[in-house]
């Protein structure tokens, strides 16, 4: 009987922490990307205009739950609070098992979503069976007195040990352990590294490059993106003066805060052209930029063309975004751009 009141026990702290755990990894993705409107698991199965309520609406409930199954867990939640919201935990896991079932017969090659990145493998038995599982821990939970302390060292090492033994289960049943893992010791080479074109929008609106040259922008929108090897290259209408203008970026492909360049280029001619405003540099650097110990594209002279002269940089072979095209060309089938950025 101790055995079962002390399983019981366990369970509120284990599924508020799962609930706030899947929370705060789908907020970090969020954050991430800049954008809602991405399939995570079960949102996927909703047309794409309710796809960011939907998943909105599910993080509010999982931080909800979780933040009150600790609330309830004491003698100042107990009773009606407490038995309605256990009674929602349980729903909550009964729903997203019913969920993640028709998921796996739709959509078999999309994630469930419960932890943000972590949750690319498509839907297994693990994640069913664990699913299932959590949603019988918190039905087992209603009409549970008040969670108390241990009052040995005895019974409080008897529940530690309940409680490693059902996070071993847990983490046998959770396919997210095994791609942290991979994460955590596996560094992939930029060249190869997997980035959304998404996410290197908003990161490119979020920099100082953005903000310094968001004045000779036309439009928000790019009208080309490619891609060489580190490098993913966004093309922005412009205008300087009274004539036509691009202004291309330069975002070297990682995660979190990107190098940055820019260049300004004619529209009618293709050429390279100076800023119309020199750009804010420390005054220590004087001298010119370099590639990776590379220098840096020399200056177009006064009557030569500037597209002979002006160096691709960062140098690479380029290839197109979608699979499709010809490598070497951008997205609108022309080669890419020769400009000096920096």
């Not at 949750?119 to 009409?143: D, E, K, N, Q, Y």
Request: aromatic share 6%; charged share 15%.
């Amino acid at each position: 009987m101790t055995m079962i009141v002390m399983l019981r026990d366990v369970q509120i702290p284990l599924l508020s922490a799962m609930l706030l755990g899947g929370c705060v990894s789908k907020l970090a993705r969020v954050i991430r990307v800049g954008s809602m409107d991405a399939g995570l698991g079960p949102t996927a199965l909703f047309p794409m205009r309710l796809r960011r309520p939907v998943a909105m609406a599910m993080c509010a409930l999982e931080c909800g739950l979780g933040l009150g199954l600790i609330a309830t867990a004491g003698e100042i939640g107990r009773g009606a609070p407490a038995t309605c919201v256990r009674l929602g935990a349980g729903l909550l896991f009964l729903v997203a098992t019913s969920a993640l079932l028709e998921l796996r017969a739709s959509r078999p090659d999309i994630g469930c979503g419960c932890f943000g990145d972590f949750s690319h493998a498509p839907v297994g038995w693990r994640t069913l069976i664990r699913s299932a599982l959590l949603s019988l821990a918190a039905l087992i939970t209603i009409g549970l007195s008040p969670v108390r302390p241990p009052h040995s060292k005895a019974s409080a090492a008897l529940l530690l040990g309940v409680l490693a033994a059902e996070l071993v289960v847990i983490a046998c049943l959770s396919p997210e352990l095994g791609e942290a893992l991979v994460k955590l010791g596996y560094s992939e080479p930029c060249e190869l590294r997997v980035v959304p074109a998404e996410r290197t929008l908003t990161a490119l609106r979020r920099s100082k490059q953005w903000r310094r040259h968001a004045g000779l922008l036309t439009a928000d929108v790019p009208v080309d993106v490619w891609r060489e090897l580190c490098w993913r290259y966004l093309v922005f209408p412009g205008r300087y003066g009274d004539r036509e203008a691009e202004v291309v970026f330069a975002v070297f492909l990682r995660q979190r805060r990107p190098l940055i360049h820019a260049a300004l280029v004619d529209a009618a001619t293709g050429n390279a052209v100076q800023w119309p405003t020199a750009p804010n540099r420390a005054p220590w650097l004087t001298g010119p930029l370099t590639w990776r110990g590379q220098p840096a594209a020399p200056a177009a002279q006064p009557g030569a063309d500037a597209t002979l002269q002006a160096r691709a940089w960062p140098p690479g072979q380029a290839f197109s975004e979608s699979p499709g095209q010809a490598a070497g060309h951008s997205a609108r089938g022309a080669p890419p751009r020769s400009a000096a950025f920096y």
